[in-house]
């Protein structure tokens, strides 16, 4: 028996120099998802992407650091759950990697020795008991991209995708967790003007590997797919696979089974 809470986008990447109305109100969110899961009695937290790692002194990593240094005697300390992440594309990847501090990205890794873990494309990581294979990393639409705050690893490399395919073979996670999802989840079920997801890249790569694992010889169908970036919340089910958004700013969905 498991319960998960799964969060959507959060963006929690103000300083509080930069504004402190909107520091405080990341602080409280994040905040929130904490005792709610508590309060559900769910073991971890999953986020989706775009958390909001953008400098060492982001709301979201204050959260955790602040988090970290408080007395055992702290209700929020003692119960604390693990977070588990993949990035997303307004996540910087930059510091992503320097927060790695020359360990290797095989599984998930404690950022800064708190309880925020990011799990690497292709990552794979048991979860109280349930078993999870992560692929973070979309693509900005073009005229989304801010000058000098953006990074072109935010797109998922043919490595990466490769790793992501292996690791789903080899590992048969009962959950898959991505930033974007496969083209399979309808364009305007997610709110895509365009109507039309095809024509970008990570999707497309993420749609290959549902078709490549369908098809193999000892073939894999994902039960449940969780995913984020397109800021709505809601579930479809396309052939055997259950597919997640779970929302923006502090929205989740808890999942149990
Ligand atoms: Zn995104």
Redesign the pocket.
């Known amino acids: 028996m498991y319960r998960i809470l799964y969060a959507g986008?959060l963006h929690a990447a103000d300083t509080a120099e930069q504004s402190p109305t909107r520091f405080k109100l990341h602080f409280q969110r994040l905040k929130k998802l904490d005792q709610i899961a508590i309060k559900y009695n769910c073991s971890a937290i999953v986020q989706v992407?775009?958390l909001g790692i953008y400098s060492r002194s982001s709301a979201v990593m204050e959260y955790f650091v602040q988090d970290k240094e408080l007395d055992d005697g702290d209700d929020r300390y003692q119960k604390a759950l693990a977070w588990y992440f993949c990035d997303?594309?307004?996540d910087n990847h930059q510091l992503i990697n320097e927060l790695y501090e020359g360990e290797t990205r095989d599984s998930a890794q404690s950022l800064l020795k708190t309880r925020l873990f990011h799990v690497p494309r292709g990552g794979y990581v048991k979860i109280s008991g349930v078993s999870h294979v992560f692929c973070g990393g979309?693509n900005?639409p073009e005229n989304c991209k801010v000058l000098g705050e953006w990074w072109p690893t935010e797109s998922i490399t043919t490595n990466e995708i490769n790793r992501f395919y292996d690791t789903l073979m080899a590992r048969r996670p009962s959950v898959v967790v991505t930033?974007?999802a496969p083209s399979r989840v309808p364009a305007i079920a997610l709110g895509v003007r365009s109507g039309d997801r095809s024509n970008n890249s990570c999707v497309r790569d993420l749609e290959n590997v549902y078709r490549a694992a369908l098809n193999a010889k000892r073939h894999y169908i994902p039960r449940r797919w969780v995913f984020?970036?397109h800021h709505v919340i809601g579930e479809w089910r396309v052939g055997s696979t259950t597919f997640n958004c779970v929302g923006v700013d502090g929205q989740y969905t808890i999942l149990s089974g």
């Open positions: 986008d992407g775009d997303g594309n307004h979309a900005t930033h974007d984020g970036h």
